[in-house]
């Protein structure tokens, strides 16, 4: 028998790719373009695990039946989107428990200085200086720990998640150096277009859910008479020309979101548009982007219908997800030294 032509013959490890959303309130065609359009486009050629990250979202403050709801408003919308539960597994990372357990350890490998310079840290504490709380400082390793537990090669995020996973490379470094190889040193997955969706009052502010002007952002479930408003609205400028260039910031991203949903290049969009006004430009994106949602919108509408079926399959996922995460933190913790129970 010979061991050296059976490894040649054995299929080649899928990639693992890890990625979560927190369900802290609607989500946005920012979120959508940034993040969940590469999740769905990647279930074929990777092993994709996807999360809701309910632990990071009370990290600010969450009233109960609005949380709950929006937990399994956001679970039934990606689902519509397009995640296949044959093909990928998709929890809530409140019913994993290895996720907290985790990242407690991960939280005496990370440093206080290393947390102190996270963007996102300072916007949000900035954001709600009445509650600037250790969960806030701390959601780093806890983020590390969601990605390491799986053994995750990529992490398809938008641009502002680099710095975070960056740091999520640091802390499996050093576990690794401190005891022998651990972890799988994670990549971001970034996409070129649609990595930051502006918000469309203020082109220089990403798109954001928490935003309090709602004409700013674009929900997935928002009615098609609201997107053909908001995009109406949209602030661009002065020049009236549909053109991709510098000082643009309304008019780059409309064009941003135009071509992630047609798939159209930034020629061919100017192209189109030549000699046309914002209005024109503006009705069009609108259009796009209604028919883009209208088959997702329809799906969400059936599955919000099945508790039962919603149930069924977050239930079947937490137990898969809490088999392979079990084994990563087993190994952590025997090789910390922790006396086995
Ligand atoms: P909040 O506004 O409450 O901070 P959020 O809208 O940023 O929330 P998250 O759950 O933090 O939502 O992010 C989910 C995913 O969406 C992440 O991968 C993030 O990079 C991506 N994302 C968020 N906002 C944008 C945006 N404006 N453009 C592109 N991607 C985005
Ligand atoms: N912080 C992330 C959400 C998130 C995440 C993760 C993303 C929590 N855990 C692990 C990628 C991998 C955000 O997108 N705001």
Known sequence: MSTTNETSTQPERKKVIFSAIQPSGTITLGNYLGALKNWIALQDEFRCIFALADLHA???????????????????LLLACGIDLEKSIFFIQSHVHTHAELAWILNCYTQFGELSRMTQFKDKSAKHADNINVGLFAY????AADILLYQADLVPVGADQKQHLELS??????????????????????????????????????????DENANGWIALLDKPEDIMRKF???????????????????VNNLMGIYSCVTEKRYEQIETEFEGKGYGDFKTAVAEAVIEHLRPIQERYAQLIQDKAYLQSCYAESAQKALSI????????????????G
């Open 58 to 76: 009370i990290t600010v403050r969450q009233e109960p039946a609005k949380f709950r709801h929006n937990t399994l408003e956001a679970y039934a």
């Open 140 to 143: 780093p390793s806890l983020m």
């Open 169 to 210: 490379r640091d802390i499996a470094a050093r576990f690794n150096g401190a005891y022998s190889p651990t972890f799988t040193i994670p990549d971001p997955y970034i996409p070129k277009t649609g990595a930051r969706i502006m918000s469309l009052q203020d082109p220089t502010k990403k798109m954001s859910k928490s």
């Open 232 to 250: 109406k609205r949209a602030v661009t400028d002065s020049d009236g020309g549909v053109r991709y260039a510098e000082g643009k910031d309304g």
């Open 325 to 340: 995460s079990q084994r990563t933190l087993s190994k952590v913790m025997k090789k910390i030294g922790f006396l086995p």
